[in-house]
């Protein structure tokens, strides 16, 4: 018994190390190498493991599967995309349970790759976040004996922690995607708001002190003309105002439109 304890406590503390492992990084491609790596680690800390498991994660894209991260497949398999047929990679992610296959040459979605002809036996874990898939997890062994209940537990606590670490993944690409977006935009904006005054009030204002300096000598050779130039001034100033204002206003906050 204890020795049994140990055990348990030993199992624990590695689960509770992968799941730390998953946790610390928010690179997508690091968190599906780290699946594969942990799980196969996790499996020796449990007792004796394959050492040659074939292993793969497959995630939807389109109206199919892709290997997004393997081990031990050659590049022919992982360029294939794989269709559900009723195996039991559908069947993995029609109940959100780990799936065993004992005969993976006959099972119509396993056999899609070579690597897992050789294998006696395989499971398919699904990585499901509440009711959305995100794909698979399948692992093989040439061992037929690999897969116990606690070997199955493992590898379920890791594929939940996966998700969750790529749940969080995706989050901080939308939200770096966000950022990179806003900055683009404001970026632009103050492109255009620089061309729009270089154009416009600029110009304007700059017309403006011309016709001063001319009212000004104007105003001793022909002061009569000075009114209507005067007045010629005014209009000009009050266009470049409404022009200033009219720019003020297309910069408001847009939340003020509602």
């Not at 030993?10 to 780290?34: G, P, V």
């Not at 498991?53 to 290997?67: E, I, K, P, T």
């Not at 116990?148 to 995706?170: G, R, S, W």
Request: proline share 3%; glycine share 4%; aromatic share 6%.
């Amino acid at each position: 018994e204890l020795q049994q304890l140990r055990s348990t406590r030993e199992q624990a503390r590695a689960i509770f190390e992968m799941a730390s492992t998953l946790s610390a990084t928010l690179n997508y491609q690091h968190i599906l190498d780290s699946v594969l790596d942990v799980s196969v680690l996790g499996l020796r800390e449990f007792g004796p493991a394959s050492t040659r498991m074939v292993s793969a994660v497959l995630l939807f894209a389109g109206s199919g599967l892709r290997v997004a991260a393997s081990r031990h497949m050659d590049m022919f398999d992982e360029k294939l995309p794989l269709e559900l047929r009723g195996g039991a990679i559908s069947d993995a992610l029609a109940t959100a349970e780990p799936v065993i296959c004992h005969d993976t040459n006959r099972d119509l979605e396993i056999s899609t790759y070579t690597a897992l002809h050789r294998c006696k036996i395989a499971v398919a874990v699904p990585l499901r976040a509440g009711f959305e898939n995100l794909g698979v997890a399948v692992f093989g062994s040439q061992d037929a004996g690999l897969f116990a209940p606690e070997h199955i537990d493992l590898l379920l606590a890791v594929c939940n922690q996966a998700t969750i670490a790529l749940q969080n993944a995706q989050l901080f690409e939308s939200l770096r995607a966000e950022k990179a977006r806003i900055v683009e935009i404001e970026e632009d904006a103050r492109k255009k708001l620089a061309r729009d005054l270089h154009d416009g009030p600029t110009q304007s204002v700059a017309a403006i002190a011309m016709r001063l300096n001319y009212i000004r000598t104007l105003f001793q050779r022909d002061p009569v003309r000075v009114p209507e130039e005067l007045e010629k001034l005014e209009e000009m100033a009050r266009n470049t105002t409404k022009e200033i204002r009219h720019m003020l206003f297309t910069l408001r906050p847009l939340v003020l439109e509602t």
